[in-house]
């Protein structure tokens, strides 16, 4: 603690990202995919001119929104990016959610949403989860200062259909709903292609989970003109330039392939789904999911214990120690070999 802290930072507590290991350990904590980036991606790093570094990038980084326009059917002035979808959801919370009335999220969520509220001093009002753990989008009020949600949800995993989000937005029109898509490509339905008939809509992804480049750092927005323009108003306020030339270059060739991008998820959610029928004959309930991650419990076993015989094995989970989450680990679906190994760990254990 320091004198020197604002009010607002003495109180704050700093979101603790999974554990990035530096002894090798099948690594199964972060949501990372375990499969490279597309191979136009090395093409890129291997040909990148060293002197356009020299150089600030395009501070529109007109032709990586180009490249997500075509992706999503919207125009340009439509896509905003970020370094990273953190760095975008922080902006969004900055241009929308500071408002007078709370902003509402479900109870169980991404947990950086928090700590933006704390941040930006943005009151929260939580929704409990339904009976079968899913985001209740029927308790969202049409009233509220904005709504924000992961869909499909972390770490949950289940994720609603485009037509329930739809529902949701002919009911709150007033402030701004954003959905956060960093799972989606894993079996989700995206509402990306709602915001031209809902001009509060907020779609936030990532290159970080289906294109593999989490050590990138790129995110990006999709909304209506104005959405993005509110963006734009906060992040030239304090950084013109949000990404730098050799990401958007990367990010462009990760985009431009298709087969690899639809090989790379077909696999991960081939893998996801024979890891749960492998865990639950090991008596484990999992929960569905539409992402690159399974939310599991064991009622034998406990899951800070778990989590320790794992580790001393050389696998590493997903442990949150919160109350509602301390049942459970959140386990990152590796590859194949990856999964073969949690299993063998996870039977050893478990004997
Ligand atoms: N949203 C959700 C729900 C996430 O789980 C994550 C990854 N931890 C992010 C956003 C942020 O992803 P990134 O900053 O890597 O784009």
Redesign the pocket.
Known sequence: MSKFWSPRVRELTPYV?GEQPRERLIKLN??ENPYPPAPGVGAVLREFRTDHLRLYPDPESRALREALALEFGVEAEQVFVGN??????ALAFQAFFCQEKPLEMPEI??S?YPVYCRLYGIERRALPLTASHEVDLNAFSAGSGGAIF?NPN?PTGHGHGRDAIEALLGRVTESVVLV?E??VDFGGESATSLVARFPNLLV?G????SRSL?GL???YAVGSRELIEGLNRVKDSFNSYPIDSLASAVAIAALEDREHFEACREKVITTRERTRGRLEKLGFEVLPSRTNFVLVSHPEHDAAQLFVGLRERGILVRHFNTEALRDYLRITIGTEDEMDSLMEALEAICR
């Open positions: 990202p972060t949501n990273g979808s953190d760095e975008v959801l969520t991404y950086f992961a972390a956060d960093a799972y936030t990532t290159f970080s989970k989490a750092r790129l995110g």
